[in-house]
């Protein structure tokens, strides 16, 4: 399984960016995915996690700034960033607990590489 994400950049605080991630591989099927962030010198953080269920959740930090949506027949999650500030500067993280096939269905958790996201002041 691979999760490939896509998006992020330079953006000026105010602006807003997006990304996307699409999980690909013997999938059997995905239980949640989401994004974490890490800034420099801090701890990977959650940003937001849609489970199987539509259940999304949110850091304190970006809510009612940032949503997160899942397309499930695609295996993809965005995340639509709005009002972006200087401290949102991050790198961005997609994230899945995915169940696929490697000698059996077995969950588990993956990573896809981080995107770059910088909000300038």
């Known amino acids: 399984v691979q999760l490939q994400a896509s998006g992020g950049g330079l953006v000026q605080a105010g602006g807003s960016l997006s990304l996307s991630c699409v999980a690909t591989g013997s999938i059997f099927n995905v239980h949640s995915m989401g994004w974490y962030r890490q800034a420099p010198g801090k701890q990977r953080e959650l940003v937001g996690k849609v489970g199987s269920g539509g259940v999304i959740n949110y850091a304190d930090s970006v809510k009612g700034r940032f949503t997160i949506s899942r397309d499930n027949a695609k295996n993809t999650v965005f995340l639509q960033m709005n009002s972006l500030q200087p401290e949102d500067t991050a790198v961005y993280y997609c994230?899945?607990?995915?169940?696929?096939?490697?000698?059996?269905?077995?969950?588990?958790?993956?990573w896809g590489q981080g995107t770059q996201v910088t909000v300038s002041s």
């Open positions: 994230n899945g607990d995915i169940r696929a096939y490697s000698g059996g269905f077995l969950m588990r958790n993956y």
